[in-house]
């Protein structure tokens, strides 16, 4: 069986190449940088959202399901640089060549990936291989949008209409899984200003945990997993879940037992 390899990035703005590209002094600070240069997209087009090639990577989560294994982590550590951390993330593509899953990983995970991959002079020959080195790439990589090498799973449930999109926290909590707990992407900078980089990293890792277990329950759709096939993988989760100590677990199996309560609550009611 291929390997699934579920990933997702966390980011805050690239305040040494916005200092650059805005041409501002040195010992202006970044927190002052960012400002400046969410000031000007506010006022551009209305979003604070910065374009892809102008955000940092400070967190890349995992999750692994490879034989009778199943792992969530998170990429290096609290102090690993950003050229570190997607060093490691294109390794594993290298040594594994799973499948690589994501949510909205074709809008955003992946060219933010590929800018910063470069601009830290990373390597990654598996994952640009489109077939001259492995025949079988040219068939099915990680780089065409419609091959199953990399499975963006809003991009497909939505048909690839943008207008059809579903945010990755509803479709979770529709489906009876925990969905986001206490953060979302737009509070991750100040957190890192905070210098709670902990919270981020935990933060991330429930995200690819929800996403697996989205994840999941399409390969039941499309039936590639069997009901009780299904039911053994969900089990494998809640185990390996189970199995670690730190707290954001606790707080998401308590929230997974909570919904699965209430969907049960609710069958029942209008039964």
């Given at each position: ?31 002052d ?22 955000h ?58 590929h ?13 640009w ?11 099915n ?56 980089i ?16 989205v ?44 919904i ?11 039964a």
């Amino acid at each position: 069986m291929t390997p699934t390899l579920v990933f997702d990035i966390e980011t805050i703005p690239d305040t040494a190449g916005l200092r650059a590209l805005l041409e501002l002094p040195a010992d202006v600070s970044d927190e002052d940088v960012a400002n400046i240069a969410l000031h000007q997209r506010r006022q551009h087009n209305g979003s604070e959202f910065l374009p892809l090639h102008q955000h940092k990577i400070c967190a890349i989560s995992c999750a692994l399901r490879e034989g009778n294994h199943f792992k969530v982590w998170t990429l290096g550590d609290a102090d690993s640089t950003e050229a570190e951390i997607i060093q490691r993330f294109f390794d594993g593509v290298e040594k594994y060549m799973p499948q690589i899953i994501s949510w909205n990983g074709s809008g955003f995970d992946l060219p933010v990936l590929h800018y910063r991959a470069m601009i830290n002079n990373v390597v990654a020959p598996r994952y640009w291989d489109l077939g001259d080195d492995n025949k079988d790439f040219k068939w099915n990589n990680y780089i065409s949008r419609y091959h199953m090498r990399h499975l963006d799973l809003m991009d497909l449930l939505a048909l690839y209409n943008a207008r059809a999109n579903a945010p990755l926290d509803d479709l979770a909590k529709l489906c009876g899984f925990p969905g986001k707990l206490g953060m979302d992407g737009s509070k991750v900078w100040d957190a890192f200003k905070a210098g709670k980089i902990e919270e981020i990293r935990n933060y991330c890792e429930t995200d690819v945990a929800n996403t697996h277990l989205v994840y999941l329950r399409f390969q039941l759709m499309r039936g590639h997993l069997s009901k009780s096939e299904y039911e053994a993988e969900i089990k494998i989760v809640r185990e390996t879940l189970n199995g670690y100590s730190a707290p954001h677990w606790s707080e998401f199996l308590a929230a997974w037992v909570e919904i699965t309560k209430d969907y049960y609550l609710t069958k029942t009611n209008s039964a």
